[in-house]
């Protein structure tokens, strides 16, 4: 069989996991890659009684793009029989095997039956609930590709940790048939819009322009080279969490590990809590200085706290040093991730995004930059500098 080798077609044929993730930007030739592997697993495995499954979210969108791909590969090869070909029912015999098209949202034959594979073409449009329905009727091998355009997604999070899972991510440089002019209009993605290249230039995850923090990591455990620093600690009562946030620090970058993360604590909540947690009097606490008789309470408590430093811009400056600085959490952080994934600059009604952050999932990301920007301008840290 003749063959267009672009590099989605050696991942799929080399690779025997249970679950294949295929990430990757425009033109990457990932889907077109995936349907001839298929045909070729047809061929090897002729006359196997092999049932096949492609779908995607529609019956419209999947007609128009990864059916297209599968007979086109049949006609290029001269391989396609129309005889072979149900047209009513979207299938085709293929080597004495079985090939379907379904989409999604055609629930009941999707979940009425078992496969050997399937193919889930942008599987990002699908909900979890159609994931679930589909691979548990599936019995070997599940396949799927898509844009990475959304910046949170349960594939990202349900799919790609699996142990049964080989994740791949291909760009359209890994597709050696593309003409130059459209590899010149992909890389003017660069400067026409930096979203875009990111996502379907880089086959990377998109990111929302108005999140403000993105380059953060979790991390397990917390080397030896960082030092403990202090704790940061955010005022909250009702409706807004107390946040307290342990603090580390190389000389450069940052940890951040919560520690509290809860509605309704007192102040005799949080000095029990404080304890409880093995601080002890000598442990430096950097808090909002807007409530000023709670910190007078901790102090009268034998506790180390202080307030932040204020300001008109002391918000602005503490997200650009923080910012300027790598900074890890700790995976244990379960309301610090969702800040740092939430937090955003206010946009105005154009979309433009603005240079002020909205007031909402910032009491982890403040109490943290109290004591960040505490320790910074200490003359103890070294230079207070934004490189």
């Known amino acids: 069989m003749k063959r267009k080798l672009a590099k989605s077609y050696y991942d799929v044929i080399g690779c025997d996991s249970r679950i294949q993730i295929h990430q990757g930007g425009t033109r990457s030739g990932k889907t077109y890659s995936i349907c001839l592997a298929l045909i070729e697993l047809c061929w090897r495995n002729e006359n196997a009684g092999m049932v096949i499954t492609i779908c ?24 396609y029989d129309q005889s072979k070909h149900n047209r009513m029912a979207w299938a085709y015999s293929l080597y004495g095997n ?40 599936t019995t070997n091998r599940v396949i799927i590709d898509y844009n990475p355009s959304m910046e ?22 890994d597709n050696p048939f593309l003409e130059q002019p459209v590899i010149d209009e992909i890389e003017r993605l660069q400067t026409a819009d930096p979203q875009y290249w990111r996502v379907y230039g880089l086959g990377e995850r998109g990111v929302s ?16 080279e960082y030092r403990f620093k202090g704790l940061g600690l955010d005022w909250g009562y009702t409706n807004d969490p107390t946040a307290i946030v342990a603090l580390y620090t190389n000389g450069h970058d940052w940890i951040l590990d919560e520690r509290l993360h809860k509605t309704r604590m007192t102040n005799a909540d949080i000095s029990e809590f404080l304890r409880g947690d093995g601080w002890t009097r000598t442990t430096t606490i950097i ?31 503490g997200i650009d040093y923080m910012k300027s600085r790598k900074i890890y959490v700790t995976a244990g952080s379960l309301n610090g991730i969702k800040e740092l994934r ?17 007031d909402a999932f910032n009491h982890f990301i403040d109490a943290a930059r109290y004591g960040i920007m505490h320790h910074a301008s200490n003359p103890s840290y070294g230079k207070y500098v934004f490189g």
Do not use: C
């Open 152 to 173: 949170y997604h349960w594939i990202y999070e349900r799919v790609i940790p699996r142990e049964d899972a080989t994740f791949f991510k291909t760009t359209y440089l």
């Open 56 to 79: 995607r979210k529609t019956g419209p969108a999947l007609s128009a793009t990864v059916m297209r791909d599968f007979f086109s590969i049949l006609e290029s090869e001269g391989i």
């Open 287 to 317: 808090a909002d200085s807007a409530e000023p008789k709670s910190i007078d309470y901790l102090h009268a408590l034998g506790w180390n706290v202080h307030g932040a430093r204020k300001g008109a811009d002391s918000v602005r400056a």
């Open 98 to 137: 079985f090939v379907e098209f379904i989409s999604v949202d055609q629930a009941q034959k999707l979940r009425g039956r078992k496969r050997d594979i399937v193919f889930i073409n942008e599987a990002n449009e699908i909900t979890y609930e159609d994931w679930q329905q589909i691979i548990m009727r």
């Open 342 to 358: 939430n937090y955003k600059w206010k946009e105005d009604k154009n979309g433009q995004v603005l240079n002020e952050p909205v």
């Open 209 to 224: 322009m108005s999140t403000i923090f993105t380059h953060w990591d979790e991390i397990e455990t917390i080397p030896n």
